[in-house]
Antibody
Framework: QVRLVESGGGVVQPGRSLRLSCAAS????????MHWVRQAPGKGLEWVGV????????EYADSVKGRFAISRDNSKNTLFLQMNSLRAEDTAVYYC???????????WGQGTLVTVSS | DIVMTQSPLSLPVTPGEPASISCRSS???????????LHWYLQKPGQSPQLLIS???NRASGVPDRFSGSGSGTDFTLKISRVEAEDVGVYYC?????????FGQGTRLDIK
């Protein structure tokens, strides 16, 4: 069955970096676009970015553009989110989601919590 | 970016009664291919979001038929014909017409 498992969250100081991973299984990872979505404590969902199955194509929300970078290793069925210059407002649960087409997110991971605090 | 506006933001419902959530977009979500790029998700308490309805009206696999989606262009509606206790949570609409995806604010459904 399809499974997405995020990891790498934790507490980090403002201005520092963190890399999240999303391990995929149960499907042919290389043929799907993958997204990151985040949810600040008690708030709604915010799209972070996407990487298409063509690894060179990526897009980001304005709130993270220039600071965050999405990558993938299709040989290891893993999605990454490199987060640099972290700010307090980046504190959130970060979800990865599979996108089979039409922008539909049909499977989501359980999320990993990132807390940016001094 | 396309702005998604949901109403109401809070929805208390008696079990067995119907419920309806509205979602409006600042631009038409109708693609030239004829599909509306509007999807609905439910986030149950303590869980990740789950897909309910795709492309405006297509129920996802395993979603009970008491859930239905309708609408086109800029106005969409999610309806629950008879609310059950397991339907509590926050419902989000999401547009995927543009590469920059946006969500509605969410509608919290509670049982009276």
């Amino acid at each position: 069955q399809v499974r997405l498992v995020e990891s790498g969250g934790g507490v980090v100081q403002p201005g520092r970096s963190l890399r999240l991973s999303c391990a995929a299984s149960g499907f042919t990872f290389s043929t799907y676009s993958m997204h990151w979505v985040r949810q600040a404590p008690g708030k709604g969902l915010e799209w972070v970015g996407v990487i298409w199955y063509e690894e060179s194509d990526k897009e980001y929300a304005d709130s993270v553009k220039g600071r965050f970078a999405i990558s993938r290793d299709n040989s290891k069925n893993t999605l990454f989110l490199q987060m640099n210059s972290l700010r307090a407002e980046d504190t959130a649960v970060y979800y990865c989601a599979r996108a089979p087409g039409y922008g539909i997110f049909d499977y989501w991971g359980q999320g990993t919590l990132v807390t940016v605090s001094s | 970016d396309i702005v998604m506006t949901q109403s109401p933001l809070s929805l208390p419902v008696t079990p067995g009664e119907p419920a309806s959530i509205s979602c409006r977009s600042s631009q038409s979500l109708l693609h030239k291919n004829g599909f509306n790029y509007l999807h609905w998700y439910l986030q149950k308490p303590g869980q990740s979001p789950q897909l309910l309805i795709s492309l405006g009206s297509n129920r996802a696999s395993g979603v009970p038929d008491r859930f239905s989606g309708s609408g086109s262009g800029t106005d969409f509606t999610l309806k629950i014909s008879r609310v059950e206790a397991e339907d509590v949570g926050v419902y989000y609409c999401m547009q995927a017409l543009q590469t920059v995806i946006t969500f509605g604010q969410g509608t919290r459904l509670d049982i009276k």
